[in-house]
């Protein structure tokens, strides 16, 4: 990532603050998470490690765009996809979870880790996002690959 989209995603991500000054500072001198509100510029799937990870990993086909940002935080276990806002958020599934409008997000700043966040895709400052569709779509084919490799015990 190069400096000017490095400084891009800082604004980009800062927006989503109430303040985003204060937001900025916390990155640089705080702790280095700030909390921001889900809803207005984005929403975030989140849903269990492995699943994220391998739905990543199906993200990055050459025939598809570049993967929007995407969090992981490896305390709980999860992966974080950044989604365009919808107020009907309408995602439905074992393990997913779905912050919109009203939610709060924990987010490391996009130019390193902090604490047990980071960024495995960051924002580029351009404000992609991930589709809801092509994400739907490898999370269904991600999902599909885990239940053929999990080992079932005791048959």
């Given at each position: 990532?190069?400096?000017?989209?490095?400084?891009r995603?800082?604004?980009?991500?800062?927006?989503?603050?109430?303040?985003?000054?204060?937001?900025?500072?916390?990155?640089?001198?705080g702790?280095?998470?700030?909390?921001?509100?889900?809803?207005?510029?984005?929403?975030?799937?989140?849903?269990p490690?492995?699943?994220?990870?391998?739905?990543?990993d199906?993200?990055?086909?050459?025939?598809?765009?570049?993967?929007?940002?995407?969090?992981?935080?490896?305390?709980?276990g999860?992966?974080?996809f950044?989604?365009?806002?919808?107020?009907?958020?309408?995602?439905?599934g074992?393990?997913?979870?779905?912050?919109?409008?009203?939610?709060?997000v924990?987010?490391?700043?996009?130019?390193?880790?902090?604490?047990?966040?980071d960024w495995?895709?960051?924002?580029?400052?351009?404000?992609?996002?991930?589709?809801?569709?092509?994400?739907?779509?490898?999370?269904r084919?991600?999902?599909g690959a885990?239940?053929v490799?999990?080992?079932?015990?005791?048959?």
């Amino acid at each position: 990532m190069t400096k000017t989209m490095w400084m891009r995603g800082v604004e980009w991500l800062a927006a989503a603050a109430a303040d985003p000054r204060a937001c900025k500072w916390e990155w640089d001198h705080g702790e280095g998470v700030a909390l921001l509100e889900a809803g207005r510029f984005w929403d975030v799937l989140s849903v269990p490690e492995r699943l994220g990870l391998l739905t990543l990993d199906l993200l990055w086909r050459p025939s598809l765009p570049v993967p929007g940002p995407t969090l992981v935080d490896t305390a709980a276990g999860r992966v974080g996809f950044l989604l365009p806002p919808d107020p009907a958020g309408g995602w439905v599934g074992a393990g997913l979870r779905y912050a919109g409008k009203g939610s709060w997000v924990a987010v490391p700043p996009p130019y390193r880790p902090a604490r047990f966040l980071d960024w495995l895709v960051p924002p580029d400052g351009g404000g992609a996002l991930h589709s809801p569709g092509t994400l739907e779509e490898a999370l269904r084919e991600a999902n599909g690959a885990l239940t053929v490799l999990t080992p079932s015990y005791g048959q």
